[in-house]
């Protein structure tokens, strides 16, 4: 089972005990406003009398309250759900899985604006990946193949990388990654983990043996940062890869005020 099934479930299993819990509560208060009210009247009533007021008092918010407090939160707790699964199709590509291009950006733009409070969070990467030649897919063997390749890049992303590191598509065939608190040397070494793996990928069809590879730049930051700078950066460098051959790496770095290329 993988962990967002896991979490799914462990969501499904919590909301459910929270809808009973609060059903139960509100009984409970239900019963003891009744039994409350009907104190004062207490002393003047016979056994009898005693025995059925407290019957009623305690069955009636039972037949009527619980099944109108159950009926009611089991509706927010749909809400709830609902409210979740339309935040995560906002924020996620349809295609590749993976955050879109504006909830990349609000996220990565998030933690630096954090990061001005906490000096500890200021350093980590940000990798812009380039599928090389993707145009040749798409014409030669159709978009479906391409929409394939796609899905294989972005699975190939994710799974070299930590558990707190974001990626996003970005552009058509373009993502974005961003590793917070990353060293330069675990940046490049995340870098080159990705284009090796992404290199020895193959397209879903036997008779085609054409690779798919990327380029990657990389910008790594010791300082305050704002993603359209950070992105900029790494953008150059995705470019000069290109320029350079393409299936490459190349980085800079810089520190606040930013140094030199």
Request: proline share 3%; hydrophobic share 50%.
């Amino acid at each position: 089972m993988s962990k967002r099934v896991a979490m799914q479930l462990d969501f499904s299993a919590t909301g459910r005990l929270r809808v009973w819990l609060v059903t139960l509560a509100g009984m409970i208060f239900c019963a003891g406003a009744a039994l409350f009210v009907d104190s004062f009247n207490f002393p003047t009533m016979t056994a009898d009398e005693f025995r059925r007021a407290i019957a009623v008092d305690l069955l009636l918010p039972s037949a009527l309250a619980g099944p109108l407090l159950f009926l009611l939160m089991s509706k927010i707790r749909q809400l709830a759900i609902a409210q979740r699964d339309l935040a995560k199709l906002a924020s996620t590509d349809s295609l590749t899985a993976v955050l879109n291009r504006g909830a990349f950006t609000m996220m990565v733009d998030a933690y630096l604006e954090q990061s001005r409070a906490h000096a500890n969070l200021r350093s980590g990467a940000l990798l812009v990946i380039d599928a090389d030649h993707f145009k040749n897919i798409n014409d030669r063997f159709g978009h479906q193949l391409g929409d394939e390749a796609l899905k294989l890049i972005a699975g190939t992303i994710k799974g070299m990388l930590r558990g707190a590191d974001i990626v996003g598509r970005v552009g058509g065939e373009e993502f974005g990654v961003f590793l917070p608190g990353a060293t330069p040397e675990e940046a490049r070494t995340v870098a080159e983990r990705i284009r090796q793996a992404v290199g020895s990928l193959k397209l879903p069809l036997p008779a085609i043996s054409d690779e798919i590879t990327v380029s990657i730049g990389g910008v790594t930051y010791n300082g305050l940062a704002t993603y359209d700078h950070l992105f900029s950066l790494a953008d150059e460098r995705l470019y000069g890869a290109k320029a350079t051959g393409r299936n490459r790496v190349l980085f800079r770095h810089f520190t606040d005020p930013p140094l030199a290329a």
